[in-house]
């Protein structure tokens, strides 16, 4: 598919005046890392992600028809019910970006009310599950406007323009393990809107668990914008893109087989790439903490010790996922509470696992 396949092609064949609709949509976390991009959010290198289970957003967009068409957009914005305006101005560029595929934005003033499953300030970031359902929301519409619209067309649609609003957002549509980019071994794969994975997919992955320790609750010192744009001229862009294609050949085996040592050593690896990456830009900066440093070394002396599949992975910030099967949770959470809690930030951490995918929590009623 190309980008003019999300544009509409007809006038659509119904109108409505006004309405709302619910979507709550996870947050996912990367397993091969996309870090780096073009024009448009097309990423230098493919990602595959979990999608989230706990970790959400839910937002009602509620729309009114404008008496007078305006050419401007009309919206407010509110979390946890407060009126939020410094969130303005990401949306208005997000409705930018999308106008051309959504050409009824204008027509409408929307109320977009949303909240998170987890704090404000816990240093996850709620652009990707918040973009993602924004984007469901809005594909609502566009389905009540033209009811033909099949199922595959509306996640292809709703991952596409999430994409427009944060890249690793287009990976938050579905789960359980979530595609994105283009990589020759992988069959329908897209720069534009992530797909589910493919291929088989070993029991051992099933229910995998993602403990999120929160190391550092403040706002990041850098930007992923910033991050993604300092690859741009970086000494080892060109090695980075091609690492990340031959981590997803060799991640294709290990679903096949299960093979959690191999597993742990791609995803490891990824995360400290994506940082060596922060490091080596110009201007560098770094994102661990000295406590992000004390929990990889627990874990890596913990694995030695016990044998267990416990692993690490970062996104762009000081805390830290912890990823370990299923049957290993007993084990593995004594170990986090005695030993990882104490460098947690007031000893704050979420018990996530790998979640299926947005879900709409309320079909369309008019108001
Ligand atoms: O979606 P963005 O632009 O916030 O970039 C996210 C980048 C990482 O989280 C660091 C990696 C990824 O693939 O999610």
Redesign the pocket.
């Known amino acids: 598919m190309v980008e003019q396949d999300f544009i509409p092609k007809y006038n659509y064949k119904l109108t409505i005046e006004s309405g709302k609709f619910t979507w709550q949509s996870p947050s996912?976390i990367?397993l091969v890392?996309?870090?780096g991009k073009k024009e448009h959010q097309i990423p230098k290198n493919p990602?595959i992600?979990f999608t989230l289970n706990t970790c959400k957003t839910t937002t009602t967009l509620k729309f009114e028809k404008k008496e007078v068409p305006t050419e401007l957009f009309s919206f407010d914005v509110f979390l946890d019910g407060k009126k939020q305006d410094d969130f303005k101005p990401k949306i208005e560029t997000f409705f930018k970006q999308i106008e051309s595929y959504l050409p009824f934005l204008k027509e409408y003033h929307f109320v977009i009310e949303t909240s998170n499953s987890f704090p404000h300030s816990s240093g996850i970031?709620s652009?990707?599950s918040g973009m993602s359902a924004l984007a469901l929301c809005l594909m609502s519409i566009e389905k009540k406007l033209n009811p033909d619209i099949t199922q595959e067309y509306f996640n292809k649609k709703a991952s596409f323009l999430s994409r427009l609003g944060?890249?690793?957002?287009c990976r938050s549509i579905e789960g359980d393990l979530i595609f994105w980019g283009i990589h020759k071994e992988i069959g329908g794969s897209s720069n534009l809107f992530g797909i589910k994975y493919p291929y088989q997919v070993h029991n051992n992955f099933k229910n995998y668990q993602d403990t999120i320790l929160l190391v550092d609750k403040g706002e990041k010192q850098v930007s992923?914008?910033v991050g993604?744009n300092l690859m741009h001229n970086h000494p080892f862009a060109q090695q980075r893109f091609e690492q990340a294609n031959n981590n997803i050949s060799k991640l294709i085996e290990v679903f096949k087989t299960g093979n959690l040592k191999s597993f742990i050593e791609i995803v490891e690896s990824e995360a400290l790439t994506?940082h060596a990456m922060m490091m080596t830009s110009l201007p560098y900066f770094m994102l661990m903490k000295p406590n992000t440093l004390k929990i990889i070394n627990a874990i890596w002396s913990f694995r030695n010790q016990t044998g267990l599949h416990i692993c690490f992975t970062l996104?762009?910030g000081a805390n830290v996922h912890v990823l370990y099967p299923e049957n290993e949770i007993k084990q593995v959470l004594k170990f986090i509470q005695n030993e990882l809690v104490a460098h947690c930030q007031n000893g704050h951490y979420i018990c996530d696992r790998i979640g299926f995918g947005a879900k709409n929590l309320q079909l369309n009623t008019e108001y």
């Open positions: 996912n990367a890392k996309y870090w990602s992600s970031a652009s990707a944060s890249g690793s957002a992923s914008t993604h994506l996104d762009a």
